[in-house]
């Protein structure tokens, strides 16, 4: 245990890993800039480990497959790939930023939808949800308008299409709503003056449009329009692939606690009727802090003594620790099944704290995969100015806090890539 947490304290930053001189519309080319999503790790960082690790034609697979970064990267370096992911929020973004649709037909489509959507007006027979949660966050000017935009979009025939189409609806949902604009946290802004629906709806899918053109033409250009790229939505520990035949896992797993994903996606999962029970919703997500303790295999003595200091102070969140940590451990006994021999993980994590006590993700991993006979290959320590994260903690709470608060300290200073190597 302590010469795994020595080993952590030696590792000197890697500066070319931090793509500091990346400019947002470097890291937003091609469908990346689809839909926003917390947490998501710069396609940069994914395009690199995949030349390192691979060949064309190997098999990628993300297990927490989020909003398809690594799926799309896969599919333009024409290597397959499949992702999962639990969130059918993320399985829809991903399903639509990983599907390039043939430009004119789409442009058609767009038009088709755009004449229907235009004939909107006050007295004009609308379908609108009843929902509490929906009316918690929209009021009945822009429910209505969002209600005849997702009813015109749902009788498209094309599954890709309506795909296209739902991203888009989604994405505005939060600009549309009175959700605090500035605010990844579910908080209510009561002076925040709604966007319009239908011209916010019309100018994301103008975006999203030209996106997918240079998409499509990349695709298209290198011959790899008809790569296999696949996205599911599964529990990280039901990877569909048999036993050994994927060459490299890159992924970025969910902090213990610190998203509520179901939370986030709430508009979109509500809208799109993924769920009606918000609560119920919560309990399908690893890392969440609404699920009840089990009794878990957690190879890991770090754990073991993080746990021990967290029941000090709250035992709710040791048990949520050691339950995100079990689950953990069950997600890299599923990563060493599909792996081929010399098959690489590669992890990409961050440390935080909880109650003021720190949660050593980084060490944990490491700590589980060489107790499940990985070889750590490397671990690469890199600055994550990118990335879309809180930052700022209270030491007290443990709760994400303003920048403005004297006392904060910052939760994700760093991130490590951690890539073990099956033997």
């Known amino acids: 245990m302590q010469e795994i947490i020595k080993k952590f304290k030696e590792i000197k930053m890697n500066q070319s890993w931090s793509f500091e001189g990346i400019k947002r519309k470097e890291t937003n080319y091609i469908t990346h800039s689809y839909h926003r ?33 690594t799926l799309v990267e896969s599919k333009v370096m024409g290597r397959p790939s499949i992702g999962v992911d639990i969130n059918p929020v993320a399985v829809l973004i991903a399903q639509a930023k990983i599907t390039p649709i043939e430009p004119i037909k789409l442009e058609q489509e767009y038009i088709t939808l755009k004449n229907r959507i235009y004939g909107y007006f006050d007295g004009v027979k609308v379908n609108v949800p009843i929902h509490e949660r929906i009316d918690y966050w929209f009021r009945p000017e822009e429910k209505r308008k969002l209600a005849f935009i997702l009813g015109k979009i749902s009788k498209i025939d094309n599954e890709d299409i309506r795909n296209f189409f739902l991203c888009g609806f989604s ?27 239908i011209n916010t709806f019309f100018r994301q899918i103008k975006a999203n449009i030209k996106k997918n053109q240079e998409f499509y033409s990349i695709l298209k250009g290198k011959g790899n329009l008809k790569i296999s790229c696949l996205v599911y939505p599964n529990d990280a520990r039901k990877i569909p692939t048999n036993d050994n035949t994927v060459s490299l896992i890159i992924t970025s797993p969910p902090y213990v606690t610190s998203y509520e994903y179901a939370d986030l996606h709430q508009l979109t999962a509500l809208w799109l009727e993924y769920t009606n029970d918000l609560p119920e919703f919560r309990k399908r997500f690893i890392g969440t802090a609404y699920k009840e303790k089990k009794k878990l295999e957690l190879d890991s003595e770090i754990t073991n003594e993080i746990v021990s200091q967290l029941s000090e102070k709250s035992k709710k969140t040791a048990n949520e620790v050691e339950n995100y940590f079990g689950e953990m451990n069950q997600v890299f006994k599923e990563m060493k099944r599909i792996l081929k021999k010399e098959g690489r993980t ?58 403005s608060n004297k006392n904060k300290t910052f939760a994700y200073p760093v991130e490590y890539i951690i890539i073990g190597r099956k033997i």
């Open 346 to 403: 590669c992890i990409v994590i961050g440390n935080t704290s909880l109650k003021g006590v720190e949660i050593l993700n980084a060490e944990v991993f490491a700590e589980q995969l060489l107790n499940l006979k990985f070889e750590i290959e490397n671990i690469i320590k890199r600055e994550i100015p990118s990335k879309n994260l809180p930052s700022t903690r209270d030491p007290k709470t443990g709760k994400f806090t303003k920048t």
């Open 171 to 197: 994405n505005i949902l939060k600009n549309c709503s009175i959700w605090l604009q500035k605010s990844n946290k579910p908080t209510r802004d009561f002076k925040k003056i709604p966007s319009e629906p």
């Open 37 to 69: 999503y917390p947490a998501k790790f710069i396609p940069q960082i994914v395009a690199r480990l995949i030349d390192k690790y691979t060949n064309t034609g190997d098999l990628v697979v993300d297990p927490f497959g989020g909003c398809g970064t």
